[in-house]
C-alpha cells in the first residue's frame, strides 16, 4: 500500500477584486469582480514507503499549496487524496488533526522550536498530543522522556538536552526540529526549504541526517529550489502553473557524506591558508 496517493487534485482559491485582473486565472461565473486563482489544476501522484523526495518548480508553481494539502493543513478543491490508507477528503476536523499529529512529521525552514523550551522539551512536545479517542494510549512522563531522548540520539544531540534553540547553531537546531518530527514516528516527513536558512556545511549535515534517516526506511518529501539539494534526493517531481511537469527517478543521488567529508577538507585548508 502507497503511503500517499493523489489523484486528479486540484486546488482553487477565489479572490475578489479587479486588481488581479493580470494573473493567470479564470473569471468567476457568479461575481463580475471575482477571479478564481487555479493553483494546482490536477496532480497526480503516488509515493511509496521509503522514498526521498523532492518536490521543485519556480514560484507561484503551487509547491505550497501541494505541502499545505500534503501536510492536512489545507483540503483540495477536486480529487482525492489518501494517506496511509486514509481518505483524507472526507475526514472529520478530527481526524484531520489526528492524522497531521501522527501521520505527518513537519520540518520547516525557520525550525519553529519554542524558544524558551529545552531540546528535549521541543522534541516531547508532539506526544503531549496523543488523542485518548482515537484508541491510543497516553503516555507516562518517563516513557515520553525516554522517546524524545531517544530521537534526539538520532540526529546525534543526546549531549545538547537541556540545551536552549538559542545555545545552538542553525543546523543543531534544525536537527531538533527533525527530532520532534520523528518522534511519533510518521509515515513521512514533510520538509519546506529544511536548509533554506543554513549555510552550505550545515545543510550537507542536514541532507546527510535525511540521507541516514531514508537509509533506516523513513519516507521523506522535501521542497526546495535548488537543483543542488534535489541531487541528494532519488526522485525529482517538478511543479509548473500548478501542473506536475516531471517525475523522474534520480539515477545516482549524489553522497552527502562524501560531498561533506570534501567540503570540511576545502573548508578547514582554507582557513589554514589564510
Ligand atoms: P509556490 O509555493 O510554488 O511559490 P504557491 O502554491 O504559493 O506557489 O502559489 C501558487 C499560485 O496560487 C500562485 O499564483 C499564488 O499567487 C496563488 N495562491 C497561493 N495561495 C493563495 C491564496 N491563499 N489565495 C489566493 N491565491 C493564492
Ligand atoms: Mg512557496
Known sequence: MPVIEL?????????????????????????????????LRGVDFFVQKGEFISVMGPSGSGKSTLMNILGCLDKPSEGTYILDGIETSTSDSNTFAFIRNRKIGFVFQSFNLLSRTTALENVELPLF????????????????????????KTVGLDNRLDHFPSQLSGGQ???????????????????????????????????????ELNEQGKTIIMV???????????????????????????????????DLAKWKKENILLMQDT
Open 173 to 211: 537546531q534544525q536537527r531538533v526540529a527533525i527530532a520532534r518530527a520523528m518522534v511519533n514516528d510518521p509515515a513521512f516527513i514533510l520538509a519546506d526549504e529544511p536548509t533554506g536558512n543554513l549555510d552550505t556545511g550545515m545543510s550537507l549535515e542536514i541532507m546527510e541526517l535525511f540521507q
Open 7 to 39: 489523484r486528479g487534485i486540484k486546488r482553487e482559491y477565489r479572490m475578489e477584486g479587479k486588481h488581479l485582473s493580470g494573473k493567470k486565472c479564470k473569471r468567476s461565473k457568479d461575481g463580475e469582480d471575482a477571479v478564481i486563482v487555479r493553483a
Open 129 to 152: 498530543y496523543r488523542r485518548r479517542e482515537k484508541g491510543e494510549k497516553g503516555f507516562h512522563d518517563r516513557d515520553r522522556k525516554e522517546l524524545a531522548i531517544a530521537a534526539l
Open 224 to 258: 526546495t529550489h535548488e537543483p543542488e539539494l534535489a541531487a541528494y534526493t532519488k526522485r525529482i517531481i517538478t511543479l509548473r502553473d500548478g501542473r506536475l511537469v516531471s517525475d523522474e527517478e534520480v539515477k545516482k543521488a549524489r553522497n552527502a557524506p562524501d
